[in-house]
């Protein structure tokens, strides 16, 4: 069984960071696209900011250049470095990923949310 555990989350102040980390475990062939989605409160759920297999990353408009996302494929963990934090970044953040856990198998899987909440 494949689990996601997402850990870093926090309460900090307007301009500081946090760094997110999610771990894959469990039965684990091959991982495709990672990725981390927010959600806040009334908010429907957004994507952040995605990685592929070959580190090919994507990114929401409104954190380019403040967000970074990384993957240790040997670690199954992808991360991402949050920088010049606003308010407005305030929200829940999932973890996501593409998962073979077997060659003849393939699903799609959420972490449980860790909140980032940050102050003006």
């Known amino acids: 069984q494949v689990q996601l555990v997402e850990s870093g989350g926090g309460l900090v102040q307007a301009g500081g960071s946090l760094r997110l980390s999610c771990a894959v475990s469990g039965s684990i062939f091959r991982i495709f696209n990672m990725a981390w989605y927010r959600q806040a409160p009334g908010k429907q759920r957004e994507l952040v900011a995605s990685?592929?297999?070959?580190?090919?990353?994507n990114y929401e408009d409104s954190v380019k250049g403040r967000f970074t996302i990384s993957r240790d494929n040997a670690k199954s963990t992808v991360y991402l470095q949050m920088n010049s934090l606003k308010p407005e970044d305030t929200a829940v953040y999932f973890c996501?990923?593409?998962?073979?856990?077997?060659?003849?198998?393939?699903?799609?899987?959420w972490g449980q949310g860790t909140q980032v909440s940050v102050s003006s």
């Open positions: 990685i592929t297999e070959t580190g090919i990353t």
């Open positions: 996501n990923a593409d998962v073979w856990p077997t060659a003849w198998e393939k699903n799609n899987y």
